[in-house]
């Protein structure tokens, strides 16, 4: 990243989603964060299976509030991108380890 960035080379939209799914991978959550809110800011869109992919890897992590921030901000911006699966596998998850919040904004959502 160090050597494209010194010659000027920069990263395509798959490229910005490689380089996060190989962070999540490493399990470098916080990186992965900071660059998903990096592709944010620089208005590159976001492929929903990334959101996706980035929420379970958050849940299997225990990170059960940065899940549901994620979840929220998806919310908030195109819910019609949420799979039913996901929400499934979220109530699971958040019932699971009695996580309350999820459930209710759920259920105010009348998404479930």
């Not at 929903?48 to 921030?69: M, N, R, S, V």
């Not at 819910?79 to 209710?104: A, C, G, M």
Request: aromatic share 14%.
């Amino acid at each position: 990243m160090q050597e494209m960035k010194e010659r000027w080379f920069g990263l395509s939209p798959e490229g910005w989603h490689n380089l996060v799914i190989g962070l999540l991978r490493d399990r470098q959550y916080e990186v992965a964060m900071d660059k998903l809110e990096q592709m944010r800011s620089d208005q590159i869109q976001i492929q929903p299976w990334l959101y996706d992919i980035f929420t379970y890897q958050l849940c299997e992590a225990g990170e059960l509030d940065e899940a549901f921030q994620m979840l929220s901000y998806r919310f908030e911006h195109g819910r019609q991108n949420i799979s039913p699966s996901l929400w499934f596998y979220l109530l699971d998850k958040f019932t699971s380890e009695y996580h309350v919040r999820l459930r209710v904004s759920c259920h105010l959502a009348d998404n479930c």
